[in-house]
């Protein structure tokens, strides 16, 4: 079974741009969850989704971060305009269920890294 | 705020060595979830294993196995028998019963096996 799809694996880009991050939750998922891992925080929830609504997205950094799940398989976090402070792993999760707390599975993470 | 403390930044034993990390955690609730994650150098977070705070049994996966104390709120992770392919970071993680479905991590905990 092909588990929690993330693209681009890594990215480098320079300050000011945008940047677009994708995620493809497993099939009959219907929560899906992004975290930023970084040197300094550790891994931190951005902000997940319920059935392709935002339930929680208090760990947003600031309005140059936003989210959107258009469709129960496709999700994006955009960046604009990127700094150098954005530079860090950003990870996909997904899990099945809200009130039954199951696991949630990560994909591979993207590598951002703004110059 | 639920909190996480890893207090082993590194380890490292022998191959077939058993090793043991700990977890402690501070919350108020009396129902939750915790899990530990593993990250090997390729960066992908693999759930190694989870324990419901409402089971009194500890959890097993094959050669993993927790050591749960909720009176003292710790976490301990067991790994018998040691392999080379276990060499990774290993994250424990909490998460509520009620609210947010949040994935609340420690600072991780660097283990090397050693041939």
């Known amino acids: 079974d092909a588990g929690v799809i993330q693209s681009p694996r890594h990215e480098v880009t320079e300050m000011g741009q945008e940047v677009t991050l994708r995620c493809k939750p497993i099939?009959?998922?219907?929560?899906l969850f992004w975290y930023r891992q970084t040197m300094m925080r550790g891994l931190e929830l951005l902000i997940y989704?319920?059935?392709?609504?935002?339930?929680?997205d208090s760990g947003m950094p600031e309005d140059r971060f936003s989210a959107k799940m258009p469709n129960a398989s496709f999700s994006t976090l955009k960046i604009q305009p990127s700094e150098p402070r954005d530079s860090a792993v950003y990870f996909c999760?997904?899990?099945?269920?809200?009130?039954?707390?199951?696991?949630?599975?990560f994909g591979p993470g993207t590598r951002l890294l703004v110059l | 705020a639920q909190t996480v403390t890893q207090s082993q930044p590194e380890m490292s034993v022998q191959e077939a060595e058993t090793v043991t990390l700990s977890c402690t955690y501070d919350t108020s609730e009396s129902n939750y979830y915790l899990f530990w994650y593993k990250q090997p150098p390729s960066r992908q977070m693999i759930l190694v294993i989870r324990q419901e705070a409402y089971k009194q049994q500890n959890a097993t996966e094959n050669r993993f196995s927790v050591n749960f104390q909720k009176a003292a709120k710790s976490f301990s992770l067991k790994i018998s028998d040691s392999q080379l392919g276990d060499t990774a970071m290993y994250f424990c993680a909490f998460m509520r019963e009620e609210g947010a479905q949040k994935l609340v991590f420690g600072q991780g905990t660097r283990l090397t096996i050693n041939p």
């Open positions: 989704f319920n059935n392709n609504v935002p339930i929680d």
């Open positions: 099939s009959g998922h219907n929560s």
């Open positions: 999760a997904s899990s099945f269920g809200d009130a039954s707390r199951e696991t949630q599975y």
